[in-house]
């Protein structure tokens, strides 16, 4: 895996810095229309550096989006990528650095992914998603989520500028933070999970815990240090790759419009509380203790008291919601759900088992009652 370049002061003349010691002039800026207003999303788009600027994108990425970005990057003789903002601007930007130089006239997806020296550079405009530091992207291929994914496609530079944090909407930046917390606990136990990834999630589910709160209520330090976590989580969730709560999230937010961190969030609540059960049935020794090492992590005394912590936390933060789920919607969510994050997941999870976590959800309720 490349090294990157990480950059969290004076971000701008850091990327004048760079660009022109790379000699770069034509670079495609790929952004969201409310990014490009903010004063940092100003100076990048009108840098004389950026040849294009790329908007035509939506939340969860369609592939024909992808298609008019590659389209973009090649009408306009760019020679970099840069992509500003969430989750979705990255995915694209990923997207076109692993397309662009692919044959246009066959579908992208069904060609290999041959590395290239184009430039990638992405600044997150949210503290959650971590794409900037994973080599993968998700889009929407005919409505069905589809992963991109190339060692090549992680970000050479990330920018870190946590002062454009200050313009996100409270409602996103409880979801974005939920979605790092979701990279933290899944990447703890994931199958793929190493002492690595596990410390990387250590490290950033302390720093979000400790600043959450003051984060929320517009502290400018405390924004900074969940940037950082969120890119921690990134790193994190790149070696071990997501589990069931994310396998599970991606129809949700389809089928009704949910954020994708307060999706992932809200079946982490129910997939956790089943992993325990399922290890202490199963007497899964090793799994018990990497759950006990992630109560402690959480502050808690037990795996059980932080599955509690956790949904408290949900309902602290007003998304601890009930979906209004249909038995129509029960069974496209059951059978939708990603198998190769599944294998994954640290405890086999039957289909009847996704089903009832769903009816569970519909009905905002855990399996302890007492809870």
């Not at 999970?193 to 720093?207: H, K, N, P, V």
């Not at 599970?248 to 992932?264: E, N």
Request: charged share 25%.
């Amino acid at each position: 895996m490349k090294e990157q370049k990480v950059v969290s002061e004076h971000v701008y003349d850091a990327f004048l810095e760079i660009v022109e010691d790379r000699n770069l002039s034509r670079i495609l800026l790929i952004c969201g229309r409310h990014v490009a207003k903010t004063p940092a999303g100003q100076c990048f788009v009108s840098d004389k550096h950026v040849a294009a600027v790329f908007q035509e994108f939506e939340p969860n990425p369609s592939y024909e989006s992808v298609v008019q970005a590659v389209s973009c990057f090649r009408e306009n003789h760019c020679d970099a990528v840069m992509a500003v903002g969430g989750g979705s601007a990255m995915d694209v930007g990923k997207c076109v650095k692993a397309f662009a130089n692919m044959d246009p006239t066959v579908s992208f997806l069904q060609q290999t992914i041959v590395p290239n020296d184009i430039p990638y550079f992405a600044m997150p405009t949210t503290a959650g998603t971590g794409s900037e530091a994973t080599s993968f992207a998700v889009i929407y291929y005919e409505g069905e989520k589809r992963s991109v994914g190339d060692p090549s496609c992680l970000p050479d530079v990330v920018f870190l500028e946590s002062s454009i944090l200050a313009t996100l909407p409270p409602d996103q930046k409880k979801a974005t933070m939920l979605d790092a917390i979701c990279h933290c606990v899944e990447s703890f136990w994931a199958v793929n999970a190493t002492e690595e990834s596990r410390e990387y999630a250590g490290e950033a589910l302390r720093t979000i815990l400790d600043h959450y709160q003051a984060y929320l209520a517009g502290d400018a330090k405390a924004a900074k240090q969940m940037l950082s976590a969120s890119y921690c989580a990134g790193k994190a969730i790149n070696i071990s790759k997501t589990t069931a709560a994310h396998a599970m999230s991606y129809k949700l937010t389809k089928l009704f419009g949910i954020p994708h961190g307060q999706a992932a969030a809200l079946n982490l609540a129910f997939v956790w509380e089943q992993t325990l059960i399922q290890a202490e049935r199963e007497e899964k020794k090793a799994l018990l203790d990497c759950l006990e090492r992630l109560a402690g992590l959480w502050g808690c005394a037990s795996a059980k008291e932080a599955v509690r912590s956790y949904r408290d936390l949900l309902k602290e933060l007003d998304l601890w919601i009930r979906v209004p789920v249909t038995k129509e919607d029960l069974k496209t969510l059951t059978e939708s759900v990603n198998e190769e994050r599944l294998k994954n997941h640290p405890v086999a999870l039957s289909q009847e088992t996704i089903r009832e976590m769903y009816v569970m959800l519909s009905e905002g309720r855990m399996r302890d009652e007492s809870q």
